[in-house]
């Protein structure tokens, strides 16, 4: 059977490396430090929807972002690994949204596109970690759930088998189609920027990019595949009230910097005098023994 | 009404440590909120689970038993929990952050459009005062967690939704019983009355659970390996060192990532929260978010080549040196000074 899949997907700062200059002096973030990165565990739900594009031949994927304009990167990174089409999702509206608003625009705009099997995302976002907003969209559109997965096993007869990671083991689980799957940073990796699609799909801009960026060669816009749509708040039929800060139940009440009280350490070498040293001195106080 | 409500992971028949450790964080919410504790449990064959409940203070224990509602499947669950929390509007409602748990709760919270705050380490109650619409607010929950990889701590509050729902890592609080004899009231829900047969779309077909081989939450000895091991085979030094000192092996999520070590030794905000005896930290740069897991160590061995390393800040000896150069002299010389 040929599948209709949506990948949400999600531009995020890098969480992971964070360097000295990442915190300001008073203690917020210095985004322009972070570079912006298609959300790692996000890559290992697209591989799931490519692999099932390849057992499914007449499948399509298609990403689905959420974000401010410069999040087109995602979806144009999406069409160079071998996605089929994609969608922004953006307004200003959005703005400041928690992840129930967030998974309430997001159902709306898959709503939209309308035709759908399986949607994938990954487990969870590197900047909050929460895994929310899979469940939340899943329970918002009325499907089931299959969360922490680590392989797609089969598709067949509108069900679909599903590997996944539970606390302490794994489990074998088998649930039907319509679903929304959460996929885990230990499945299998994203494939690499195919060269070919690349190509195809360098020039690939949303309406707004082409209007400020200008048009190198306008002709090739009128094939409509190099155009990726914007979705606003009014095209999905959101509204205004679910969406963003308005939304949002949960409201940040503060944000602390982590300072970790310093101790003052004792330096000491490689030598063996010095790690013979210190090992009689954990045995002498009983440390170890 | 507005009581204070936990919802119980059980393993077959046994109440998970985290939901044990919220029961006792729940009472003394409670306590400060002059409200019951109510705690929720759902599965098969739970006759006598109570004996395991009320004595951390649990007024009032809902138990649904039926024999499909375990292993655990997120629709069931959810509908329980909805249909419950609509009838009895509790104030607050926790849950483990574990799978399960993380499954759960944004499933019953976008149902409620209640507001749900994942993976807390604290929780406190506390006032909120919104200037911009002039409104003032008693004993809300804050709801702290760490945001941003683990780079800053958030305070989240959901001033007007109810309940205020939150997720908690497993091993930030401490359970602790009551009173054994804690008298609580046990209440059997009709199954029927809560779950349609249309929610037992998936079904589990198999099922391995694996008892960890090791203890790492316990141990009062961690020999913690980062990125700097470099490798899987150089981990196999922090073995050998462990076995020596009786200590079991960490690892930071560098490590994990790399697939140095598996998921299940990784300490740090993303991993389990260790307060060893002696914790030594191997090739570990020390990111917050692994400092927030191991930070309350007794004391603290860094071995690491790069001098200015973060985790030295906070370490009580600092050895300059790899890996591969010092865990082998440890291992040397414990032995040789240990009989």
């Known amino acids: ?289 | 009404m507005n009581n204070l409500f936990v919802y119980l992971e059980i393993e077959e028949q046994t109440v998970a440590e985290v939901s044990q450790e919220l029961l006792t964080k729940g009472r003394s919410l409670a306590n400060q909120l002059n409200c019951q504790l109510e705690a929720i449990a759902i599965g098969s064959n739970l006759a006598g689970i109570e004996s395991q409940v009320l004595p951390y203070g649990v007024d009032k224990l809902h138990v649904f038993d039926a024999p499909d509602l375990y292993p655990y499947t997120s629709l069931p669950h959810t509908a329980i929990l909805v249909k419950l929390f609509e009838e009895e509007k509790p104030q607050i409602a926790l849950m483990g952050a574990t799978v399960i748990g993380r499954d759960l709760g944004p499933r019953v919270s976008s149902a409620l459009i209640s507001g749900l705050t994942a993976d807390c380490t604290s929780l406190e109650i506390g006032p909120h005062e919104d200037k911009k619409q002039g409104k003032t607010y008693e004993n809300l929950l804050y709801q702290i967690r760490p945001a941003f990889g683990g780079n800053i701590v958030a305070t989240i509050i959901n001033p007007d939704n109810r309940p205020q729902m939150a997720t908690v890592r497993e091993g930030v609080m401490k359970k602790e019983i009551l009173d054994p004899n804690y008298k609580g009231e046990v209440i059997q829900h009709k199954i029927g009355d809560y779950v349609t047969d249309a929610d037992f779309v998936v079904k589990v077909i198999e099922r391995h659970i694996q008892k960890a081989d090791h203890n790492l939450k316990g141990s009062p000895i961690i020999i913690a390996g980062g990125y700097g091991v470099g490798s899987k085979e150089n981990f196999q030094l922090l073995f050998n060192l462990a076995k020596e000192l009786h200590g079991e092996v960490g690892a930071s999520r560098a490590a994990v990532d790399a697939g140095f070590a598996d998921h299940d030794r990784q300490i740090g905000q993303t991993g389990v929260t260790v307060r060893p005896k002696l914790y030594i930290a191997c090739g570990i740069s020390g990111q917050i978010q692994h400092i927030a897991g191991m930070q309350e160590s007794s004391m603290i061995i860094s071995i690491n080549n790069d001098p200015n390393a973060p985790i030295n800040t906070i370490a009580d000896y600092v050895i300059n040196g790899t890996v591969e150069e010092v865990v082998p002299k440890l291992i040397k010389f414990y032995k040789k000074n240990s009989k």
């Open chain 1, 1 to 289: 059977m040929s599948l209709k899949i949506v990948v949400l997907a999600k531009q995020v700062p890098d969480t992971r490396n964070v360097g000295k200059d990442a915190m300001k002096e008073d203690g917020t973030i210095n985004r322009a430090a972070l570079p912006a990165i298609f959300n790692p565990e996000d890559l290992n739900a697209l591989e799931q929807a490519l692999r099932l594009k390849d057992a499914h031949p007449g499948s399509t994927v298609t990403i689905l972002t959420m974000g401010p304009g410069r999040a087109a990167d995602i979806v144009r990174e999406g069409l160079f690994r071998g996605a089929d089409t994609g969608y922004l999702l953006t307004d200003r509206a959005f703005a400041g949204a928690d992840t129930l608003a967030t998974s309430y625009a997001i159902a709306m705009a898959i709503r939209k596109i309308k035709d759908y099997d399986i949607i994938l995302g990954g487990r969870q976002a590197i900047d909050g970690d929460t895994a929310q907003v899979g469940p939340q969209v899943a329970e918002k559109l009325g499907l089931t759930q299959i969360t922490y997965a680590e392989e797609i096993l089969k598709v067949e007869n509108n069900r679909i088998t599903v590997k996944r990671h539970i606390d302490g083991g794994i489990e074998t689980v088998e649930g039907p189609l319509p679903i929304v799957l959460t996929v885990n940073g230990s499945a299998a990796p994203c494939r690499p920027r195919n060269a070919k699609l690349v190509q195809k799909y360098k020039y690939a801009k949303t309406a707004t990019e082409q209007k400020e960026e200008g048009l190198a060669f306008p002709e090739l816009y009128e094939k409509g595949y190099l155009s990726i749509p914007e979705l606003s708040v009014s095209c999905v039929n959101g509204d205004l009230a679910q969406c963003g800060l308005s939304g949002s139940p949960t409201k940040v009440k503060a944000i602390q910097n982590i300072v970790f009280q310093s101790k003052e350490s004792k330096a000491l070498t490689g030598s063996d005098d010095d790690v013979e040293e210190l090992v009689v001195e954990l045995l002498d106080n009983h440390t170890i023994g």
